[in-house]
């Protein structure tokens, strides 16, 4: 009873939180109870979605335990981020980074032999280090926490080693209880910790749902990447909004489409190749921002505390269930209903593709069975709330644009024709509300995927056949649903099978769905529960 009055009045007092959440107080308690025994146990692995407050259960416990407590994060960001929560809690932390001068090390070292602080924030590469090994020797480490740790896994047999190699050097370290934390975790995550870190026995698993209710999963097919994101982005109930990419560059190259597009919206991008100055300056840029878009690797997001992200976009498809689960949990961390958003333009292959090409399987559901959940019940996704778009924006008018003018445009005349803000003919203003430079991306993959074709000279447009015949059908079937047949003059929505409507541009499945609610001040969603038979 006395530890439970304990670890509430911390709570209170330190961190400001009334009321621990059921999973917390587990967690803690029984980290605190361990401490208190003389033995080491076995260890700890905890796994609780992104936004339930995995790090209150061990910055709390730093706050009774005797010895240190250091913690490991896989990224500079992660270790930024852990030192401003400790250091705005009136909490004294020492961060051991790569690129630290040996007087700058001499001093953090002090200040430990001096008692002055009691947690060390650092990466398993300066973990490995011989002086920093030989200096935590010295001390009783009551707690060794690796945050993020399916990255041991994941990451650790490719290009950060490091990671994989924590298990002797946690074996050679005095240490009393080894934590790892994740958001998300599969039967290869837990078997790898098992082997690298949990060398000896292995530990007790506290594992709660991966599932985040209050996000929303939907897929955008789209013809321009870059087009969309602006259409997504554009209303402010959107943001702020973290757009993930899969390279450097590519961060780039969307931040500066996107800035083209939108100057008036703070938009940065975000990569482990900048220094760790400019690193450090986005990340406060971006706490700080109420509107802001960050495009970025993955080099950025996990375990950053900033609550309120409404909308979390791929630009491109990750490679498993667990990384996109990891990522698009940044969004809603308050609670607040928000978005994960994927773009699919049709070149994506196998993986994750094919789970969120289906328009008939649950996301949510989909995604929880590839770490091995189950689900009853989804709060949003496309499939279930049966707002699927199958249709790309802007192809149907590109298309009936070129079998009514064959031969008549090459990509560049026709591009500047549609998104031309003045009537010129029936096509004119079409794509008003595209640029140029989109209208031709949009040509380039109707060129690539062969329904588009061009001639040699004159690179002039002309339609396949087996894009006529789908255009014809599809424009047909849209017409007899609308207008009726002419024999009865009755509409005929019974007896003709159903067929999704062109999008008209300007009413894309993207603008819907960003509808705002003057009600609630959120994006306009009614979520309505589907239940999912096991």
Not at 172 to 182: A, D, M, N, S
Not at 199 to 213: C, F, I, L, N, Y
Request: aromatic share 8%; charged share 20%.
């Amino acid at each position: 009873m006395q530890l439970d009055d304990t670890i509430h009045t911390l709570a209170k007092e330190v961190f400001s939180i009334q009321t621990l959440r059921p999973f917390q107080h587990v967690v803690i308690q029984r980290i605190l109870e361990l401490d208190q025994q003389s033995a080491d146990h076995s260890g700890l692995l905890v796994t609780l979605p992104t936004g339930s407050g995995k790090s209150l259960c061990f910055m709390l416990p730093s706050l009774l335990v005797e010895g240190l407590t250091v913690i490991v994060y896989p990224l500079l960001s992660l270790m930024n981020d852990q030192v401003r929560r400790f250091t705005s809690k009136g909490i004294g932390c020492v961060a051991i980074q790569g690129g630290q001068t040996q007087e700058l090390r001499k001093r953090l070292f002090d200040d430990l032999a001096l008692q002055k602080c009691k947690v060390v924030i650092t990466n398993a590469e300066c973990l490995g280090q011989a002086s920093v090994i030989a200096e935590l020797a010295r001390h009783r480490i009551s707690l060794l926490v690796i945050d993020e740790a399916h990255t041991i896994v994941r990451w650790g047999e490719g290009f950060r080693p490091a990671l994989a190699a924590l298990g002797p050097v946690l074996a050679y370290l005095p240490i009393k209880q080894i934590l790892c934390f994740t958001a998300t975790a599969d039967d290869g995550v837990v078997e790898g910790l098992n082997h690298l870190i949990f060398t000896k026995h292995k530990p007790h698993v506290v594992r709660a749902s991966s599932d985040r209710p209050n996000i929303s999963y939907h897929v955008f097919r789209t013809l321009c990447k870059d087009h969309t994101l602006s259409t997504l982005l554009e209303h402010s109930l959107s943001r702020p909004a973290i757009v993930f990419c899969n390279t450097r560059e590519g961060t780039h190259f969307a931040c500066n489409a996107f800035l083209r597009s939108h100057p008036g919206i703070p938009c940065r991008y975000y990569h482990a190749g900048l220094d760790a100055n400019q690193r450090k300056a986005l990340e406060a840029w971006f706490e700080n921002q109420k509107e802001g878009v960050l495009f970025s690797t993955n080099a950025f997001g996990m375990g950053v505390d900033k609550s309120n992200i409404r909308t979390v976009i791929h630009r491109e498809v990750p490679g498993d269930a667990l990384s996109y689960l990891q990522e698009s949990g940044r969004a809603g961390r308050d609670g607040n209903q928000s978005r994960a958003v994927i773009l699919l333009d049709g070149t994506e292959k196998d993986g994750l593709a094919t789970l969120f090409s289906s328009t008939t399987a649950c996301h949510r559901q989909s995604l929880l069975a590839e770490l091995g959940e189950e689900l009853e019940f989804c709060n949003g996704c496309d499939v279930c709330r049966h707002s699927v778009y199958t249709e790309r924006e802007g192809e149907a008018a590109l298309l009936r644009c070129i079998a009514v003018h064959p031969l008549h445009y090459s990509p560049s005349s026709l591009s500047a024709l549609l998104s031309y803000k003045k009537a010129y003919n029936s096509f004119s203003r079409t794509l008003s509300g595209w640029t140029q430079k989109e209208v031709r991306s949009a040509l380039h993959l109707l060129l690539a995927e062969g329904k588009v074709g061009t001639t040699k000279r004159h690179r002039r447009l002309f339609l396949r056949y087996e894009a006529y015949g789908r255009l014809l059908t599809s424009l047909q079937l849209y017409r007899m649903l609308k207008y009726g047949t002419k024999r009865t003059g009755k509409h005929t929505n019974k007896n003709v099978p159903y067929a999704s409507p062109p999008v008209p541009s300007g009413e894309t499945g993207a603008t819907q769905a960003y509808t705002p609610s003057t009600e609630t001040g959120f994006l306009m969603e009614e979520i309505v529960p589907v239940a999912h038979p096991r």
